[in-house]
């Protein structure tokens, strides 16, 4: 079974740049989630989707952040414009049921010069 | 908002002692799960409790659910250079939306 995709694995761009990242979640698993990691403050939740629909996103840090999910198999989180402090591991995640164990992909390590 | 603290951030053993690690949410919490990192890799699952005072072994794993729900702990058994990494704990607070709330994980280095 092919888990959660996440792409790029790296990324390495200028302050003022955009950044997308995308996530394929797990096929039928109708939560995914966005999290950054960094030393500093660990992992936080971004933001939420419930069947594509973003359901909390206090987590995102500015507006500078935005996610969407357009179909069940496909997510996007956008930064724009992008910052130094924006650098971090940035993980997406999907589960079937928020009770239920999420599934995490390998990341995007992203670097803003 | 909802916080987990974890400790300790990091945990130095020779190969062959114990480790725990401990959690505790400011607010009760409807379930707790625990995940690990190895250096490089992603959070994996490895189990969830729910119930008050649950007790659950996985091999050499123990985790436990305190009675009010607000705290819980992992303790490995006899540490093998294969339990290398950052064991992280995670809860759901109870009446609260459905996303985890991660604490800052413990970082387990073994010394062979």
């Known amino acids: 079974d092919a888990g959660v995709i996440q792409s790029p694995r790296h990324e390495v761009t200028e302050m003022g740049q955009e950044v997308t990242l995308r996530c394929k979640p797990i096929?039928?698993?109708?939560?995914l989630f966005w999290y950054r990691q960094t030393m500093m403050r660990g992992l936080e939740l971004l933001i939420y989707?419930?069947?594509?629909?973003?359901?909390?996103d206090s987590g995102m840090p500015e507006d500078r952040f935005s996610a969407k999910m357009p179909n069940a198999s496909f997510s996007t989180l956008k930064i724009q414009p992008s910052e130094p402090r924006d650098s971090a591991v940035y993980f997406c995640?999907?589960?079937?049921?928020?009770?239920?164990?999420?599934?995490f992909g390998d990341g995007t390590r992203l670097s803003i010069l | 908002g909802q916080q987990v603290m974890q400790i300790p951030q990091y945990q130095h053993v020779q190969e062959g002692e114990d480790f725990t690690t401990y959690c505790n949410s400011s607010?009760?919490?409807?379930?707790i799960q625990w995940y690990k990192q190895r250096p490089g890799g992603h959070p994996v699952f490895l189990i969830q409790?729910?119930?008050?005072?649950e007790v659950k072994k996985q091999k050499r794993l123990t985790f436990q659910f305190g009675e009010a729900k607000k705290n819980s702990s992992l303790h490995i058994t006899a540490t093998q250079t294969t339990d290398v990494g950052t064991y992280f704990c995670?809860?759901?607070?109870?009446?609260?939306?459905?996303?985890?709330?991660f604490g800052k994980g413990t970082h387990l280095i073994i010394q062979p």
């Open positions: 409790l729910v119930k008050s005072g």
């Open positions: 989707f419930n069947n594509n629909v973003p359901i909390d």
């Open positions: 607010t009760t919490l409807s379930n």
């Open positions: 096929s039928g698993h109708d939560y």
């Open positions: 995670a809860g759901r607070s109870l009446g609260g939306a459905d996303g985890l709330t």
């Open positions: 995640a999907s589960s079937t049921d928020p009770k239920q164990p999420q599934h």
